[in-house]
């Protein structure tokens, strides 16, 4: 256990930045195999943590956005 614990002293944590790119976010935190990071603002305040399914909540309700797009616009080759 103390080996753990000495383990986890030196590693320096994953902190997140509120205005990085969701897709920076993912790599890093599949990159350190973490499903949850702290989010700090530009002056390094945490301001909340995140999840990967947070992450995962937010890229559905993208591809939704999308989808309600794309079922909205005319099909161009029915009108061919």
């Known amino acids: 256990a103390l080996y753990l614990e000495r ?17 920076e976010g993912i790599r890093r935190m599949r990159a ?22 947070d992450i ?4 559905a309700a993208e591809l939704a956005e999308l989808a309600q797009l794309i079922a909205a616009q005319p099909r161009r080759e029915a009108a061919r």
């Open 7 to 23: 383990r986890f002293e030196e590693a320096e944590p994953l902190v997140l930045e509120a205005h990085a790119p969701l897709e």
């Open 32 to 53: 350190r195999g973490v499903r949850r990071a702290p989010v700090v603002d530009a002056a390094g305040a945490l301001i909340g943590i995140v999840s990967s399914d």
């Open 56 to 59: 995962v909540a937010a890229i």
